[in-house]
């Protein structure tokens, strides 16, 4: 099943930043959260050894979706790799980037902070080696 979200505030020419970085956090936090409840209930294999693999969607996917398609890009990623290190009673927050395209909108990648630092699930798992990749067009 799929719920869409219709939010034409953001992610548009013009659009308020700090309304996009509130808008990123709110829906990154509800995927998160639908993570750590599936978890909460079912034991997963840890997302690097899931054999998930880096591919950029449009699709916001839970762990059971992420696992079953094999592909997710930095939102899908990081939030399944947060809500496993939630889980396992670790600190991780998302951490995101912003770059403006030349057409005037803005696109984000999204990271993972610990205690030890920064992690990219989508680097490791095929981005490549230029986290800026990302942000081509």
């Known amino acids: 099943m799929q719920i869409t979200f219709e939010v034409p505030h953001l ?3 013009g659009s308020s930043s700090t309304d996009e970085a509130d808008g990123l956090r709110v ?3 509800a995927l998160i959260a639908l993570n750590l409840a599936y978890l909460r209930r079912h034991p997963a294999l840890p997302l690097y050894r899931a054999g998930v693999t880096y591919e950029r969607t449009d699709t916001w996917l839970t762990i059971p979706a992420l696992y079953q398609l094999k ?3 930095c939102k899908s990623l990081a939030a399944a790799r947060i809500a496993e290190l939630r889980h396992a009673g670790h600190y991780a927050d998302p951490r995101f980037r912003w770059v403006r ?3 005037g909108t803005k696109t984000f990648h999204v990271l993972v902070q610990t205690d030890q630092g ?3 699930p989508s680097r490791r798992l095929g981005m490549g080696r230029d986290e800026n990749s990302y942000f081509r067009e």
Do not use: A, K, V
Request: charged share 40%; no cysteine; hydrophobic share 25%.
């Open 11 to 13: 992610f548009e020419p």
């Open 27 to 29: 829906l990154l936090d």
């Open 71 to 73: 592909i997710g890009d």
């Open 101 to 103: 395209r030349s057409n």
């Open 118 to 120: 920064t992690e990219d």
